[in-house]
């Protein structure tokens, strides 16, 4: 059974620091796609950074420099290490598995097959 689970979020000030984690089990992590989206009420989920199996990594411009995607086998985990982060990163924070379809980076949130729930992140002074 294929899971992904998120934890990590929380309340931070501006400026401030997280790092999320998406824990994943039920099929072999290495050989996947992962991706990183954010969703604020209103608005559609959109991608913010992507992990491929092949070991590439994308970031959407407005966390470029900021945020940073890595994987660790061992412990079945991708996480997103956020810094300098500003008001407009509060969101709820979802990772996806990229679904059979396609290949790689950048992940789009219709290619993903599961999705965590998801974990909150508001940034506020």
């Known amino acids: 059974q294929v899971q992904l689970v998120e934890s990590g979020g929380g309340l931070v000030q501006p400026g401030g620091s997280l790092r999320l984690s998406c824990a994943a089990s039920?099929?072999?992590?290495?050989?996947?796609?992962i991706g990183w989206f954010r969703q604020v009420p209103g608005k559609e989920r959109e991608g913010i950074s992507c992990s491929s199996r092949d070991g590439s990594t994308t970031y959407a411009d407005s966390v470029k420099g900021r945020f940073t995607i890595s994987r660790d086998v061992a412990k079945k985990t991708v996480y997103l290490q956020m810094n300098t982060l500003k008001f407009e990163d509060t969101a709820i924070y979802y990772c996806?598995?990229?679904?059979?379809?396609?290949?790689?980076?950048?992940?789009?949130?219709?290619?993903?097959?599961?999705w965590g729930q998801g974990t909150q992140v508001t940034v506020s002074s």
């Open positions: 996806g598995r990229r679904g059979p379809y396609g290949d790689g980076c950048p992940l789009s949130p219709k290619s993903v097959d599961y």
């Open positions: 039920g099929f072999s992590l290495p050989y996947n796609t």
